[in-house]
């Protein structure tokens, strides 16, 4: 399994020994290996027993530890720019490699928003003498997709988003005719099309849905903000955008999937491509965390520090999408960090801002799962590393190999309460303030670069690059 390798006639760069690397399989999902990774040049040459790795000056001993890829986190806000005083470049990547995340891909919905190329290069300017980890940027479908599309390809956009609750361009929208018209301008380009599900056309299920949620929240703010946003407003849009999908031939990337009902239409997507009925046609999705460990009574409990969009549901909800994550059907874990001050989210209810920081919780909420016997490696590595870097074309990307980029997370187990006051994140709190993780990151390398360790950035701002996918 190791490769006792070909003499390698050089010193490598760093060396990383007595470490524990997961080499699973189908059949040994949980298999750790004890063993060395020698680095070279930002990229791991090779993985092998202590007396096979070429010579090192410099040495970290991994101390028995874990070493995982270094997670790739699909949908965070890090905000910058005008918002920076909710997150900035520099907090929001400390943040990630401090939750053991290498790779980070950036939402739109900034001050100025990302939706054309003199917004994006301005993002890009003000991040990349910031950024402690590697960033990537999505875009609202431009306004003037003919002239803006190649400009926005070249400066190496991740993929699109849209979101029509909060419009930024006029692709923002929930009209048949308008989407269709964009994904089939967009059909060539290969990118994901990343879709907050939200049908705004309807008033009706809102109202269908009031009595039953009543009885459960009372007839208050946190009810109202539920019968905003019901499971089948959510399941209504993945049908609307994959029905145009199909129709264009693009790929669709549902982001933060929350309810059994959007499972139920999404599979039908997936039927569609086993029906191999697809052509260009292509469906992911994503879940955040909060929806696999949250149920809406959070919302009782927490108020506004529990309050995102998608909302939190109910279990049934997270039992079946932890199912679906286990057995394949749901790609990717997110974070749909949306970080917000704490005073903000101390206004009422109503007036407090969607949005949770999870970029400091997700990897110990997940590798809690994995020590607790409800998750294997296989699967850890898979839905937080892997995918995302195949789904949103990131080369060597989110997986321990050969030529692949030294992107590590070094785990060391323990028993403490998250605690936001910890947090680098500029937002000082989390649905998860208090909860119990057994395992946290200890160290973090980016490109074979220590950024992290033992509590402390090590990274110099701007050691980060800017990435984009592979075509
Ligand atoms: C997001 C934010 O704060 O930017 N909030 C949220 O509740 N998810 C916006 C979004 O992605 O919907
Ligand atoms: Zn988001």
Redesign the pocket.
Known sequence: MLRALVMTAHDVDLKIINAKVPFVSEIEPNNLVECGIAINDGLIEQVAKPDNLPKSDEVFDAKGMVVLPGLVDVHA?LRGLNLSYKEDFDTGTMAAVAGGITTVLD?Q?TDPPTINPENLKAKKESAKSKIVADVGFFSSIPDDLINDLPKMIDLGIAGFKI?PLHPYTKYDIYDRDTVLEAFLKLSGCKLPICI?AIDVSSKSIKSKNKGALEQDFGSDEITNFLNKHPPELEASAVKFYSEIAISAGVHIHISHLSSLKSLEIFKLGLKHIRDKKNGLFKITADVSPHHLFLTKEELKRRGAFAK??EPLRAKEDNDILWHALKCGTLNIVAS?H?P?PKQEKEKSFSEA???VPNLETMLPMMYTEVLEGRLTYKRLIEVCSENPAKVFNLEKKGMIREGYFADLVVISNTNEKINPDNFFSKAKHSPFDGRIIKAKPYATFLRGVKVYEDGEILAKPGCGNIIRPFH
């Open positions: 806000h939402m919905n979101y907050h995102m969009v749909e949306a917000h801002p969607s949005g």
